[in-house]
């Protein structure tokens, strides 16, 4: 019976999983003889863009209102620089039998048409230890391989290749869009790595802070943070679209970009903050929140290193007070930090997509108040029209001890009773 129950839930839990990776919509490519992902991607005409989305092994498969400034965690936009090429750095001697590049379909077709940024021909270089040679130009085919995108290769036997260098055409009215990029070593045998090779996008730091869940829903009855268990939601602006976007919505129960805070600041330093009084005091040791945590929605507009300028404060700083009614003037100093998190990228445990539902634990806290810190807003001197949003601010007391352990507690001391008077 228990074995049973142990199956089903360990069933569940994978269920779990799947769904949170569909709701975001990626397909992995998976293929063991593509040894790109094992090497470090550059772009030269686009410094401040990180390419490993293009060796990352994914492919977002999203919906035709995801476009441009939505759901660019799988693949690369180039901006308006030239030229638009990508290199990459297999960090070692390969002996490769084709190289691919998956870019976007010229038809209307897929579930990612974008007709807008289309190339007309991609150039396939190699280098075997003397400089970068041509191997191929190779003109692309509008046959939408997978979700709009069309894969174009070019094949031959090349030992000895140490960096590839893929060079492409533009054809549509912008700068082109890159799904991803591949070298097929045959004798090859790569593990699937979630990205690009590379450590996980996450960092977490303070507070015994620690990721334990990837999409899923809020415990309704254990969620301390709701308006209809008397919390109340603050925070700086508000973007001006109402009723969307707006401080109230971080806990009304409800995902998705239709119920969501976007952060809007005209300081300037930028900070915007979200919190929730708490309606007392309270132990706690997790909190939950993501940027749109719904299949189908958008998928952008979590805080990630690479959109915003070098210098700026780049992480989600938790915060908690014990003052009485905490609210958005509540003064600096009387505010905590727990810990600060970093979306880097996406990539390591329960981190495959960073703007879904993420719950974290950390050491326990009594707590009146918690906040999050946001490093990016509209209408500040960093906005990159790609402000953080927020659609559910979660927090959880610290559980109840079970009655198995409470009667545990209770044997051990009557145990040490008996033992004392024996």
Same mark, same amino acid.
């Given at each position: 019976?228990?074995?049973?129950?142990?199956?089903?839930?360990?069933?569940?839990?994978?269920?779990?999983?799947?769904?949170?990776?569909?709701?975001?919509q990626?397909?992995v490519l998976n293929?063991?003889?593509?040894?790109?992902?094992l090497?470090t991607?550059?772009?030269p005409?686009?410094?401040?863009?990180?390419p490993?989305?293009?060796?990352?092994?994914?492919?977002?498969v999203?919906?035709?209102t995801?476009?441009?400034?939505?759901?660019?965690?799988?693949f690369?936009?180039?901006?308006?620089?030239?030229?638009?090429?990508i290199d990459v750095?297999?960090?070692?001697?390969?002996d490769l039998?084709?190289l691919?590049?998956?870019?976007?379909?010229g038809?209307?077709?897929?579930?990612?048409p974008d007709?807008?940024r289309t190339?007309s021909?991609v150039e396939?270089f190699?280098?075997? @230890?003397?400089?970068?040679?041509s191997?191929?130009?190779i003109?692309?085919?509008?046959?939408d391989?997978i979700?709009?995108?069309?894969?174009?290769?070019?094949?031959?036997?090349?030992?000895?290749?140490t960096n590839v260098?893929?060079?492409?055409?533009?054809?549509?009215?912008?700068?082109p869009?890159?799904?991803e990029?591949?070298?097929?070593?045959p004798?090859?045998?790569v593990t699937?790595?979630?990205q690009g090779g590379?450590e996980?996008?996450l960092?977490?730091?303070?507070?015994?802070?620690?990721?334990?869940e990837? @999409?899923g829903?809020?415990?309704?009855?254990?969620?301390?943070?709701?308006?209809?268990?008397?919390?109340?939601?603050?925070?700086?602006?508000?973007?001006p679209?109402?009723p969307?976007?707006?401080i109230?919505?971080?806990n009304?129960?409800?995902? @998705?970009?239709?119920?969501?805070?976007?952060?809007?600041?005209?300081?300037?330093?930028?900070?915007s903050?979200?919190?929730?009084?708490?309606?007392g005091?309270?132990?706690?040791?997790s909190?939950a929140?993501?940027?749109?945590n719904?299949?189908g929605?958008?998928?952008?507009?979590?805080?990630?290193?690479f959109?915003?300028e070098?210098g700026?404060?780049?992480?989600?700083t938790?915060?908690?007070?014990?003052?009485?009614?905490?609210?958005?003037t509540?003064?600096d100093?009387?505010?905590?930090?727990?810990?600060?998190?970093?979306?880097?990228?996406?990539?390591g445990?329960n981190?495959f997509?960073?703007a879904?539902?993420?719950?974290?634990?950390?050491?326990?806290?009594t707590?009146t108040?918690?906040?999050l810190?946001?490093?990016?807003?509209?209408?500040?001197?960093?906005e990159?029209?790609h402000?953080?949003?927020i659609?559910e601010f979660?927090?959880y007391?610290?559980?109840e001890?079970?009655?198995?352990?409470?009667?545990l507690?209770a044997l051990?001391?009557?145990?040490?009773l008996?033992k004392?008077?024996?």
């Amino acid at each position: 019976m228990v074995a049973g129950r142990l199956g089903l839930l360990m069933f569940g839990l994978l269920l779990l999983t799947a769904t949170a990776v569909q709701a975001q919509q990626v397909m992995v490519l998976n293929d063991p003889h593509n040894v790109a992902q094992l090497g470090t991607a550059t772009a030269p005409g686009n410094p401040g863009v990180d390419p490993s989305f293009t060796i990352d092994d994914r492919i977002s498969v999203a919906l035709p209102t995801s476009r441009d400034y939505f759901d660019r965690v799988h693949f690369l936009l180039f901006d308006t620089t030239q030229p638009y090429q990508i290199d990459v750095d297999l960090g070692g001697a390969y002996d490769l039998t084709a190289l691919q590049a998956y870019v976007p379909s010229g038809d209307s077709g897929g579930t990612f048409p974008d007709t807008d940024r289309t190339v007309s021909q991609v150039e396939f270089f190699v280098d075997q @230890g003397s400089g970068f040679t041509s191997v191929g130009l190779i003109g692309t085919s509008d046959t939408d391989d997978i979700a709009g995108f069309d894969l174009t290769q070019v094949t031959g036997n090349w030992t000895g290749v140490t960096n590839v260098r893929y060079e492409f055409t533009k054809s549509g009215t912008y700068a082109p869009r890159i799904a991803e990029v591949l070298a097929i070593c045959p004798t090859a045998n790569v593990t699937y790595l979630p990205q690009g090779g590379q450590e996980s996008g996450l960092v977490l730091d303070g507070g015994g802070l620690a990721l334990v869940e990837e @999409g899923g829903t809020m415990d309704v009855d254990k969620n301390i943070a709701l308006a209809s268990k008397g919390a109340v939601a603050f925070g700086t602006m508000s973007y001006p679209a109402p009723p969307t976007h707006q401080i109230s919505n971080v806990n009304d129960g409800q995902y @998705g970009n239709a119920h969501s805070w976007v952060a809007y600041n005209d300081n300037a330093d930028g900070k915007s903050f979200i919190g929730i009084n708490l309606n007392g005091s309270h132990a706690i040791d997790s909190v939950a929140f993501g940027s749109a945590n719904v299949e189908g929605d958008y998928a952008d507009r979590w805080a990630t290193t690479f959109y915003y300028e070098e210098g700026y404060d780049e992480e989600y700083t938790l915060q908690y007070t014990t003052v009485a009614n905490p609210d958005e003037t509540t003064s600096d100093e009387d505010w905590v930090t727990i810990g600060t998190l970093d979306y880097i990228k996406p990539g390591g445990e329960n981190f495959f997509e960073p703007a879904l539902r993420h719950r974290f634990t950390f050491d326990p806290v009594t707590a009146t108040g918690v906040r999050l810190i946001v490093p990016f807003t509209y209408n500040s001197p960093h906005e990159t029209n790609h402000a953080n949003r927020i659609d559910e601010f979660e927090v959880y007391e610290v559980p109840e001890p079970g009655a198995w352990i409470v009667l545990l507690g209770a044997l051990a001391t009557l145990a040490a009773l008996r033992k004392k008077t024996g």
